[in-house]
């Protein structure tokens, strides 16, 4: 590839992320490129992009004095390179706070996705929270207009269907016969059940519907089948969730469009990644959540896990640790901060003392719900610095980030999230759970949050959200692994996406327990999504 060649290649490959290059870093990161074959300049060059947008950035016009150090990095980790770490390079990991994640709204007049570009203040107003609602609704309703199950042909009188021509509620006033309706379930009287979308609400009667699978909560999204009845009443006889579609038909709808925040990838680089990633056997993430850094016994297990991963022919890529660090909330009564922050440390010397993982591995930390924090509203910023700080000193490329929080893989996308929701959504059901396609309750779990492509969509009084945060727990376009980290037993549920009797998606969703409870964690690799439930 010639010189101009390269040189356009540079700053379209920058431009994509909103970065700009004067003359001076320009030829740094040209310079760079010489050191590789042509083969290899698209990898080393999104490495590099990946660093730089890993550091703190004043400015989007990068100078020399940003690049330098990075490129003289990368250059020396490259000649260090050896067979103990892992086949792939850091450039192929990509870690996003979900406070980074971008915003996209919804426009039903172009019928297309745009990108938020205003403030958004952590303490919202009125109008941000009937905006949360109205996106949620929004979002789905969107999906299902692409479903042929639930959109009449322009041309098609006859709708024969497994489905039906969804109407909107204003729509059922004159209706007689069945008809199919799609809004959020809501309590508006005490005792009253109501559908309501965007044009009007309606009371239902639940009683003796049909249901699927999953937990039907307030705040749920719902598809019903059913007729008016003269009073008012919309009597439901078949409900369910709004219909999956498999992550790459979302995005071929809305190309150029970043919903996971991990940068856009154009079509030549999702093919080369995607090489990338089948090569990547070697690669492996362990797990492990509830890690009681101020329990003894808990210590001495992580001590047996890293010494076991520390003479292992490849290092694991990524540690991924959730919370609860402590065994005890960390709440307004909680008075032993100072003790925590030595624990940290603690751990931190724990971590340097097995120089192959500090070295060939990365450590990544997810605070959980009783962990420091602000408060328990959802998402949850990282750990405050004052207790991760010594830790930092013992291991340097330890990341703090927060929950839920996502990883780029490649061309995979990870959502990592701790929460005991189970528990919870098991107390909100309004009616018991289907049996008839699975009587676990993970399954449920997993069937409600990926058909309503939200992570937590209880009622805001069970688990309060940020209003103008919401969109950072959303699930669309759907993500290849979820990890729900939760207070129950250690358990993993493949999603399938079908259309047409063809698997199109399987959406990998495990818990991997409690460590300091049951001594339970996961091994991952995620080059072709395989879980391997282990424990002590």
């Not at 980074?100 to 941000?128: M, R």
Request: proline letters at 6%; a negative charge; one cysteine or more.
């Amino acid at each position: 590839m010639g010189a101009s060649a390269t040189l356009k290649k540079v700053q379209r490959k920058f431009k994509l992320r909103s970065l700009t290059l004067n003359r001076e870093a320009l030829n740094e990161v040209t310079t760079f490129l010489t050191n590789f074959s042509e083969e290899q300049e698209d990898e080393y060059l999104d490495l590099l992009l990946n660093q730089i947008e890993q550091t703190t950035l004043k400015k989007s016009v990068l100078d020399k004095e940003v690049v330098r150090p990075i490129v003289e990095l990368l250059l020396e980790a490259d000649a260090a390179i050896d067979t103990g770490k892992s086949c792939s390079n850091e450039g192929a990991l990509r870690i996003v706070d979900a406070f980074l994640v971008p915003k996209l709204s919804y426009d039903p007049i172009k019928k297309t996705f745009y990108e938020y570009t205003g403030n958004l203040p952590i303490h919202g107003d009125a109008s941000s929270k009937v905006a949360l609602y109205r996106e949620r609704y929004q979002l789905l309703n969107q999906r299902l207009l692409r479903n042929s199950d639930f959109s009449r042909p322009a041309f098609d009188t006859d709708i024969t269907r497994s489905g039906g021509e969804l109407i909107p509620i204003q729509a059922l006033i004159g209706c007689t016969g069945r008809r199919w309706i799609m809004g959020v379930i809501s309590q508006m009287e005490d005792g009253h059940f109501f559908l309501e979308d965007l044009t009007a609400a309606v009371e239902i009667d639940l009683s003796n519907a049909k249901i699927t699978t999953g937990f039907f909560v307030e705040n749920t999204i719902i598809l019903a089948e059913g007729e008016l009845h003269p009073n008012g009443v919309f009597q439901v006889h078949t409900c369910g969730f709004p219909p999956l579609e498999d992550g790459n038909a979302s995005l071929a709808v809305h190309t150029g469009l970043d919903f996971f925040g991990a940068g856009y990838l154009t079509p030549e680089e999702t093919a080369r990644l995607v090489e990338l990633e089948k090569k990547a056997v070697n690669d492996m993430f362990v797990i492990l959540s509830d890690v009681w850094l101020d329990n003894e016994e808990t210590m001495e297990k992580l001590a047996a896990v890293l010494d076991g991963y520390e003479n292992v022919e490849v290092v694991p890529s990524l540690f991924v640790f959730m919370g609860n660090f402590c065994s005890r909330p960390c709440n307004l009564a909680f008075n032993s901060y100072s003790s925590l922050r030595s624990q940290f440390a603690k751990f931190g010397e724990m971590i340097a003392a097995h120089p192959r993982l500090k070295e060939g591995s990365r450590f990544l930390f997810i605070p959980g719900p009783e962990d420091a924090g602000p408060s328990t509203v959802l998402p949850r910023c990282a750990l405050p610095k004052y207790l991760t700080d010594e830790l930092l000193n013992h291991v340097p490329n330890a990341i703090f980030s927060s929950n839920p929080c996502r990883i780029r893989f490649y061309t995979q996308e990870i959502v990592f999230f701790r929460r005991d929701l189970l528990y919870r959504m098991r107390r909100s059901c309004l009616i018991p759970p289907s049996k008839d396609e699975t009587d676990d309750p993970f399954g449920h779990l997993v069937a409600t949050i990926t058909h309503q492509s939200h992570l937590c969509p209880l009622p805001l009084t069970v688990q309060p959200i940020l209003w103008n945060y919401d969109h950072c727990l959303r699930l669309y376009p759907a993500p290849h692994t979820i990890v729900l980290a939760d207070n129950c037993k250690q358990q993993v549920f493949k999603q399938e996406i079908r259309k047409n009797n063809k698997t199109l998606q399987i959406i990998t969703c495990f818990n991997p327990g409690s460590f300091s409870c049951d001594s339970t964690f996961v091994a991952y690799r995620p080059c072709n999504q395989e879980v391997e439930l282990s424990a002590l």
